[in-house]
């Protein structure tokens, strides 16, 4: 139990389709994460939220739409999706941002048809 | 642009052996270094935090070392298992960012 939790574990759709995924840490912790992992890529950080301020855009397009309404959900809304967009998408959280101790969620894997 | 390079890329060693797995980064201004141990289609467990004021942490049969002015880190495996199969990743945060720069990771395979 790693105190971080995703759902839905796995996703389908379509790239007209509109969905979202949602992560939830369980630890108290004030700074969470999302990260796309790809096949043969290195982890890819996505956004970070400190205390439900978002500090971090890592240059996502659009069509990824994080929402953080408290410090202890994070919610990534997903719509026009295309195919390079499938990967893994991890949820973490840390006590503060930067030279905290990360904890990972198990992930979502993410098919996109 | 911090680059974090991990060497090498997929080890295969039978149990019981002494393992080093390698880390190295180009930016040593950094905050910590963080060894993560992923399992197929999971999500990353953290193995060790070393911040950067220190040279070292140890957790049970991992040890993981710091260098910073060689930007490089170790992390040191003792009589390895089969259940120490995983892939070993590696994350830097560098100073004045809250963006860790992960390394694209060790594919170890321990055969009994």
């Known amino acids: 139990e790693t105190g971080v939790t995703q759902t839905p574990r796995h996703l389908v759709m379509g790239m007209t389709n509109k969905k979202s995924l949602k992560c939830e840490q369980h630890l108290g912790h004030n700074a969470m994460y999302w990260y796309k992992q790809s096949a043969k890529k290195p982890l890819e950080l996505m956004f970070v939220y400190n205390f439900k301020e978002q500090t971090e855009n890592n240059s996502v397009p659009s069509r990824f739409s994080p929402e953080c309404p408290n410090s202890s959900h994070l919610f990534l809304h997903l719509h026009t999706l295309q195919p390079e967009d499938s990967a893994l998408y991890l949820c973490?959280?840390?006590?503060?941002?930067?030279?905290?101790?990360?904890?990972f969620g198990p992930g979502t894997r993410l098919t996109v048809t | 642009k911090q680059e974090v390079t991990q060497i090498p890329a997929a080890l295969s060693v039978p149990e019981g052996e002494n393992l080093v797995l390698n880390c190295s980064f180009t930016d040593s201004a950094i905050y910590n270094l963080q060894w993560f141990r992923q399992d197929p289609g999971k999500g990353l467990t953290s193995l060790l935090l070393?911040?950067?004021?220190?040279r070292e942490q140890t957790s049970g049969r991992l040890n993981a070392s710091l260098d910073k002015s060689s930007g490089r880190s170790t992390l040191y495996i003792a009589a390895s298992q089969p259940g120490d199969s995983a892939t070993y990743l590696c994350?830097?945060?560098?100073?004045?960012?809250?963006?860790?720069?992960f390394g694209r990771g060790t594919s170890l395979i321990v055969h009994p």
């Open positions: 973490a959280s840390s006590q503060g941002g930067g030279s905290y101790e990360q904890y």
């Open positions: 994350a830097v945060s560098t100073g004045g960012s809250y963006i860790p720069t």
């Open positions: 070393i911040q950067s004021s220190q």
